[in-house]
């Protein structure tokens, strides 16, 4: 009986000390990861365009607090982008209480970037209350798009809403786009709509599957919440002319736990055939 009272006693504390740093891991900084993707279309003579996408906050959750996402943004400041993109899921949890964390998107207005930032909302954000996280963001100062296009410098930004909870209208969305000049980028919170993305559009930026979340030696991620299941699980994805990057989403859903797929954003560098260097 001792001898399984302290092998239970052993395994309760490994079980502890794995939970606290899979908690700490959810918590940590998020890590910068970067790409460059030449867009056909980029207007003759205009410079390069940094954007940053950030996706899947889920304020709310033990893993994402304002003070947390107030040191995300100083991060975020400090990369100087020109852009920001927000890929949806800002509220963590699935009922309508659960929009009571909204205020804690306010540390968002301190995002300093020269063309502003853009969101679209995720499938949290429907369960939960849309119009109470869209107001949210509106008052810090974020343009939020639903099957519409915006112009950004060089950029048309169109914004496809969630699939997830069949809200996307993607022919709404391309002409909307068609109908701005300037190069075009897709911003979507699930990768999911990548496959029906017009031949002419190349790049989309996304989030929604976290990368996996947890994701295990030798097995991989236990869960993509994709239905292309590891197609568009992370990262960029390159098929043909067409580039999807996934974000793995700075917060967490479910659990406030990661393992092997830390939160991160993504500085991705666009220009035209021919670049011109920023000075």
């Known amino acids: 009986m001792r001898r399984l009272l302290a092998a239970g006693a052993a395994l309760l504390s490994i079980a502890t000390i794995l939970a606290a740093a899979m908690l700490w891991q959810a918590r940590s900084a998020p890590r910068v990861r970067e790409t460059t ?44 982008p020109d852009l920001v993109v927000l890929a ?27 063309l502003g930032t853009v969101a679209v909302l995720g499938n949290h954000d429907y369960w939960t209350d849309p119009a109470r996280v869209a107001a949210t963001l509106r008052r ?39 109908a701005l000049p ?30 996996g979340q947890i994701v295990l030696p030798f097995a991989g991620a236990i869960h993509t919440a ?23 989403g700075l917060g967490t859903s479910v659990l406030p736990l990661r393992f092997g797929a830390p939160p991160d954003l993504w500085l991705v560098r666009l220009h035209g055939p021919v670049s011109v260097s920023r000075s």
Not at 51 to 66: E, K, P
Not at 165 to 176: L, S
Not at 184 to 194: F, N, T, V
């Open 226 to 248: 994709s239905r292309f299941g590891r197609r568009y699980a992370c990262g960029v994805v390159r098929e043909g002319v067409r580039t999807v990057v996934i974000g793995a």
């Open 182 to 211: 300037g190069a075009k980028l897709l911003l979507g919170h699930s990768p999911d709509s990548a496959p029906a993305l017009p031949a002419d559009l190349a790049l989309m930026l996304a989030g929604h599957t976290h990368c």
């Open 88 to 114: 949806g899921d800002f509220i963590a949890g699935h009922a309508p209480v659960d929009a009571d964390a909204a205020p804690q998107l306010a540390p968002l207005a301190g995002l300093t970037v020269p």
């Open 37 to 80: 993707v030449m867009l056909p279309d980029w207007p003759a003579g205009a410079r390069p365009v940094t954007v940053a996408l950030l996706s899947d906050l889920h304020v709310g959750s033990l893993s994402m607090d304002a003070a947390r996402l107030t040191r995300i943004v100083a991060q975020v400041n400090a990369l100087h």
């Open 140 to 178: 810090a100062g974020v343009t939020l798009l639903a099957n519409e296009a915006v112009k950004r410098g060089p950029l048309v930004i169109g914004g496809i809403d969630d699939e997830p909870t069949g809200h996307d209208r993607m022919d709404d969305t391309v002409a909307a786009m068609r």
